[in-house]
């Protein structure tokens, strides 16, 4: 989790917003590709068109980000599947 990151919304929150627009330009510095979606809402709701502008520049569309995430999400699921599915077989086969 960014850091940066989490000042600039917890400053957001408090209704300080000259520094929220601080920790968000250093947020951008280093923030990860699946934090973009939420540094551009701090963006947005600072109005900051030039962040804004910054952040579309160095990201995917949101939707595939958002996507990226669920797939990363799904990912141990389907490996748990594939694991029960090879255990389902063998023991199928040890049966017979």
């Known amino acids: 989790m960014n850091a940066d990151l989490l000042k600039a919304e917890r400053e957001l929150a408090r209704g300080n917003p000259d520094e929220a627009s ?3 330009w250093n947020a951008l510095a ?8 939420r540094l551009l809402q ?10 804004i502008h910054e952040i579309e520049g160095r990201s995917l569309p949101i939707d595939e ?3 990226k995430a669920e797939r990363e999400r ?5 490996f748990l599947l594939a ?3 090879v255990w389902i077989a063998w023991a199928l086969q040890a049966t017979h």
């Open 22 to 24: 601080v920790h968000a």
């Open 30 to 37: 280093t923030i990860k590709p699946e934090e973009l979606g």
């Open 42 to 51: 701090v963006a947005q709701e600072l109005d900051d068109r030039l962040l």
């Open 65 to 67: 980000l958002e996507a």
């Open 74 to 78: 799904l990912r141990p699921v389907f």
């Open 83 to 85: 694991f029960v599915l």
